[in-house]
């Protein structure tokens, strides 16, 4: 008989007793197996006496069961093992220190109906744990399958794992392969787990003083609570932290069809470069410009704003608009506007235009949902990618994977940039191809702007012109944008520029 030789904790020796007295609660059970039980347990209330080295006997696996599929759920399905062999996902890893399901489908081939026990262990680098459920397994053509839920802390970057189906009484059965993988003649599978980082938001609602009412956006603890639990199921984070702001008194109109959400947006941009947070900070202006949000949007409305975001270093632009109604709705603009934040284009469903690399038709998920707050599983067939304008909304696989790369970026910033006076005045000029352009206000930027380079020409009273760089950044869902340009590099100076096609001109800059 094989033997497996360990030093066993008392929480662990506890836990052995309990299991191996099961047997004397089964009325069916003979004496062979009360013996067995017998010796099993006198074996082990020695060791916990003595605690010494203990020698127990292995269970061996059972024949009589094929694992077919191993999968992972932390917010999407990630297939580890399909028919014994190794699968990599395509867009997607597993994320250490996240909660999660590991999925276990088997098939039965014996007939009848057996207790079995499946067996999950967990290797990592301070040891091995072990997961065990009992589960009633019959003869059928349908896959059956088993959770085993995965704390946090079960999941580091070192992490591997087996997976055993073994006889509940503790005999082999059946002639067939061993029901393990990977078997136990090689190492334990690694689970390829990341590392990812967290998502720390600041909230800032605006009072709406345009219509008289200075209606101020929900930003209570409950409504808090929600988005971030929301946050943390659909985002590959570890944690995510939400902090609420000042009022922000906003005076102008923003209209249902979009119009005023660029200046809302340029506003939010401005004080984030005024406060001077840490890198890694996202500023989310939420606005009610009416009671309800069905009083706000009929059929169709403009819900959000957001700056495309090509680069995890452009940290000026980490900010975005969204409407603030305590809705479901909603809460996942805020979610949409914070990934195009992060730097993701539209999912394909109900949008113009849309990620062209996007690999799933009409922004379909690709992979089972799970919601860790919840424990609730989302059909890949019935809801969509919540970077799409189509409802019920999840978060696809690759999407999921996208963020999580962007999170893995911008937690890897932690260097500086160098060469800029630090702060610098830097000026926006609101840029409208199609509307009014304007100055902006002033931003005292902690470091080099990150946009993309744009020339433009500075003409001082005299007729003498220069050249001056900016830098131009562009709104997601519209055109137009702003251009960052220093300000005494312009002061005094009328400008041209080429924004988007069309040419824009600004009088003197002040």
């Known amino acids: 008989m094989n033997s497996l030789t360990s030093i066993l904790s008392h929480r662990e020796r506890e836990?052995?007793?309990?299991?191996?007295?099961?047997?004397?609660?089964?009325?069916?059970?003979?004496?062979?197996?009360?013996?067995?039980?017998?010796?099993?347990?006198?074996?082990?209330?020695?060791?916990?006496?003595?605690?010494?080295?203990?020698?127990?006997?292995?269970?061996?696996?059972?024949?009589?069961?094929?694992?077919?599929?191993?999968?992972?759920?932390?917010?999407?399905?990630?297939?580890?093992?399909?028919?014994?062999?190794?699968?990599?996902?395509?867009?997607?890893?597993?994320?250490?220190?996240?909660?999660?399901?590991?999925?276990?489908?088997?098939?039965?081939?014996?007939?009848?109906?057996?207790?079995?026990?499946?067996?999950?262990?967990?290797?990592?680098?301070?040891?091995?744990?072990?997961?065990?459920?009992?589960?009633?397994?019959?003869?059928?053509?349908?896959?059956?399958?088993?959770?085993?839920?995965?704390?946090?802390?079960?999941?580091?970057?070192?992490?591997?794992?087996?997976?055993?189906?073994?006889?509940?009484?503790?005999?082999?059965?059946?002639?067939?392969?061993?029901?393990?993988?990977?078997?136990?003649?090689?190492?334990?599978?690694?689970?390829?787990?990341?590392?990812?980082?967290?998502?720390?938001?600041?909230?800032?609602?605006?009072?709406?003083?345009?219509?008289?009412?200075?209606?101020?956006?929900?930003?209570?603890?409950?409504?808090?609570?929600?988005?971030?639990?929301?946050?943390?199921?659909?985002?590959?984070?570890?944690?995510?932290?939400?902090?609420?702001?000042?009022?922000?008194?906003?005076?102008?109109?923003?209209?249902?069809?979009?119009?005023?959400?660029?200046?809302?947006?340029?506003?939010?941009?401005?004080?984030?470069?005024?406060?001077?947070?840490?890198?890694?900070?996202?500023?989310?202006?939420?606005?009610?410009?009416?009671?309800?949000?069905?009083?706000?949007?009929?059929?169709?409305?403009?819900?959000?704003?957001?700056?495309?975001?090509?680069?995890?270093?452009?940290a000026e632009s980490r900010a975005s608009v969204a409407v603030g109604y305590a809705e479901t709705r909603t809460m996942d603009t805020s979610l949409h506007e914070i990934g195009h934040a992060h730097g993701r284009e539209h999912a394909p469903c109900g949008v113009t235009s849309s990620d062209a690399a996007y690999p799933h038709e009409k922004a379909r998920l690709g992979s089972q949902g799970y919601s860790a707050s919840t424990k609730v599983f989302y059909d890949p067939a019935l809801n969509y990618d919540f970077m799409s304008y189509c409802d019920p909304a999840w978060v696809s696989d690759y999407t999921f994977g996208a963020l999580l790369t962007r999170v893995q970026e911008v937690a890897a910033l932690s260097v500086p940039q160098q060469g800029l006076r630090l702060p610098r005045q830097m000026r926006m000029l609101q840029a409208r191809p199609h509307g009014t352009s304007k100055w902006g206000p002033k931003l005292p930027l902690a470091q080099a702007p990150t946009g993309d380079p744009i020339s433009i020409d500075a003409t001082a009273p005299d007729g003498l012109k220069t050249i001056v760089v900016g830098y131009k950044y562009s709104y997601q869902d519209r055109t137009g944008g702003y251009a960052l340009i220093p300000s005494d590099d312009v002061k005094n100076k009328t400008v041209t520029l080429d924004f988007d096609g069309a040419k824009i001109t600004l009088d003197r800059e002040n």
Request: with cysteine.
């Open 15 to 314: 836990h052995e007793i309990k299991r191996f007295m099961a047997p004397f609660a089964e009325q069916h059970n003979g004496q062979d197996k009360m013996r067995r039980a017998f010796v099993r347990l006198t074996l082990l209330l020695a060791c916990a006496r003595a605690a010494v080295s203990c020698s127990t006997p292995t269970r061996e696996s059972v024949r009589d069961i094929a694992l077919t599929r191993i999968s992972i759920q932390q917010g999407v399905e990630l297939t580890l093992m399909q028919d014994a062999h190794e699968i990599t996902p395509p867009y997607a890893a597993p994320i250490a220190g996240r909660s999660g399901v590991l999925h276990v489908e088997f098939e039965a081939l014996f007939t009848g109906t057996h207790d079995v026990t499946a067996v999950l262990e967990l290797d990592n680098a301070g040891g091995t744990s072990t997961k065990e459920l009992v589960r009633k397994v019959y003869r059928s053509n349908l896959a059956q399958s088993v959770n085993f839920e995965l704390a946090a802390s079960d999941l580091q970057e070192t992490t591997s794992f087996r997976v055993r189906f073994v006889n509940t009484e503790g005999a082999s059965s059946g002639e067939g392969a061993p029901a393990e993988y990977p078997p136990t003649t090689a190492p334990s599978a690694s689970l390829k787990v990341q590392k990812s980082g967290s998502l720390r938001i600041k909230l800032i609602p605006v009072r709406y003083d345009y219509d008289g009412s200075g209606r101020v956006a929900d930003s209570g603890p409950v409504h808090v609570e929600e988005l971030r639990t929301r946050f943390l199921d659909l985002y590959p984070v570890t944690s995510v932290a939400i902090t609420v702001g000042e009022p922000l008194p906003w005076s102008k109109n923003l209209s249902p069809n979009g119009d005023g959400h660029d200046d809302l947006l340029d506003a939010i941009v401005a004080l984030r470069a005024q406060e001077r947070p840490e890198d890694d900070v996202y500023y989310l202006g939420l606005f009610a410009t009416t009671a309800t949000y069905a009083g706000y949007c009929g059929k169709k409305c403009t819900t959000g704003l957001s700056l495309r975001v090509k680069h995890a270093s452009q």
